[in-house]
């Protein structure tokens, strides 16, 4: 019995404070040791056979969590959800979206989750902090169906500025999703990015062109300064940098973390410049001309 107390306090612990009866079951209990936790307050309902450990104040993630474990093992965090956890969105009030597979019987509304059927391949499988939950390509072309244009490219910039967004990854969900709605604004941002090498960034495919086109010197990319990985940097002038795709970003803790460390990067002698993808758009010129008297100093 302790043993099995044991293992059900590991559990919750890694599952947000949730768990599934069919977990409970497998870890050794009866449905009548789950009906006496019900009943003695140490087990509490969220949804239908999914339970909060010893405490119903649920964290976020929590929530997230135990909307996907009640519509089974192979049900993903998705679409506007599954865009906040990855830092894409911001985190909205309203329904959690869960996607099951399509086909399933029995895939009942609940209260505060809005599900989803639909066709989820093994690719489109992932986990982030502890939830399952769609991969980040799966997560814009879905995003894609629910929200406007704008929305969708202030998500797919984003994902660009976290270095998440990968084009052979999109270009395999487009290829799975024939028919969907999705096809054609994914297709129409995928087009505007020139299809640059595999696990480049598009943004900072368009900053090296930019600098080539400029006549500036050519920056060591992706190198870590502090043991932190910037963008690009010119080491002899100790000059960083940073690409931001998105210049209201969406996700707040990404936003605080990139504006702590510059100042972090000026007390060890190293200056930084952000440059945003509006700014190559519309102030090439300036921007060029910028970087040229910061090399110079």
């Not at 093994?122 to 997560?139: N, Q, S, W």
């Not at 244009?149 to 270095?163: F, H, I, M």
């Not at 990067?265 to 440059?275: D, N, V």
């Amino acid at each position: 019995m302790r043993e099995r107390e044991r293992c059900l306090f590991r559990l919750a612990t890694q599952q947000h404070g949730v768990v599934a009866q069919r977990q409970l079951l497998e870890l050794g209990f009866t449905e009548k040791a789950i009906k006496a936790r019900l009943d003695a307050c140490r087990l509490f309902a969220i949804h239908r056979e999914v339970y909060a450990v010893g405490h119903s104040r649920l964290s976020r993630n929590g929530r997230r969590l135990a909307a996907v474990l009640a519509y089974g093992e192979r049900a993903l965090l998705s679409h506007r959800t599954a865009a906040s956890l990855w830092g894409l969105a911001r985190a909205r009030r309203g329904p959690i979206d869960v996607t099951a597979p399509a086909g399933r019987q029995g895939l009942r509304r609940r209260e505060g989750i809005w599900i989803h059927r639909g066709r989820l391949h093994a690719d489109d499988r992932t986990e982030e902090g502890g939830i399952p939950v769609t991969t980040v390509a799966r997560t814009l072309f879905d995003f894609a169906e629910v929200e406007p244009l704008p929305r969708l490219e202030q998500a797919w910039e984003e994902a660009d500025r976290l270095k998440l967004l990968r084009v052979r990854e999109m270009e395999q969900v487009c290829e799975r999703g024939y028919g969907r709605r999705a096809l054609k604004p994914i297709r129409r941002l995928l087009a505007a990015m020139e299809a640059p090498p595999e696990g480049r960034s598009p943004l900072e495919e368009r900053f090296h062109a930019f600098c080539r086109d400029h006549r500036l010197p050519e920056p060591a990319r992706n190198v870590h300064v502090l043991d932190r990985e910037v963008d690009a940097l010119w080491p002899d002038a100790r000059l960083v940098a940073e690409l931001d795709s998105w210049e209201h970003h969406s996700h707040r803790a990404a936003f605080e973390r990139d504006r702590a460390r510059d100042p972090q990067f000026l007390i060890a002698g190293y200056r930084t410049i952000r440059i945003t993808s509006q700014r190559l758009d519309r102030e090439a010129p300036r921007l060029a001309a910028e970087i040229r008297q910061l090399l110079k100093r």
